[in-house]
């Protein structure tokens, strides 16, 4: 069993950075964040497998960066250059699987309560 609890989320301009934190209890070798925006479908963010091999979002390519630190459990997901259209709760997810580049929700199977993000004009 994993558990996932997500924390630096919150209100900021645009143009400014955040940094979301993923702490994880369990095992598995694919972790990913997502994103969703009232009114629309979840979205995957980016991934990083065990092997630190690392997927992206076109929409969020050289803006956002995961990375992890496998000997504290934790994930992170750099955001920078924050615009409006960011604005979502953001979800850490962990599965095992082989398909960890997808980035698709229907390959994890644990799930965070979210964090939410919010950016101002």
């Known amino acids: 069993q994993v558990q996932l609890v997500e924390s630096g989320g919150g209100s900021v301009q645009a143009g400014r950075s955040l940094r979301l934190a993923c702490a994880k209890s369990?095992?598995?070798?694919?972790m990913a964040w997502f994103r969703q925006s009232p009114g629309k479908e979840r979205e995957g963010v980016a991934s990083?497998?065990?092997?630190?091999?690392?997927s992206y979002a076109d929409s969020v390519k050289g803006l956002f960066t995961i990375s992890q630190d496998s000997a504290r459990n934790m994930v992170y997901l750099q955001m920078n250059s924050l615009s409006p259209e960011d604005t979502a709760m953001y979800y850490c997810?962990?599965?095992?699987?082989?398909?960890?580049?997808?980035?698709?929700?229907?390959?994890?199977?644990?799930w965070g309560q979210g964090t939410q993000v919010t950016v101002s004009s």
């Open positions: 369990g095992y598995s070798n694919c």
């Open positions: 990083i497998s065990s092997s630190a091999r690392t």
């Open positions: 997810a962990a599965t095992w699987g082989k398909y960890c580049d997808r980035v698709d929700q229907d390959d994890f199977t644990y």
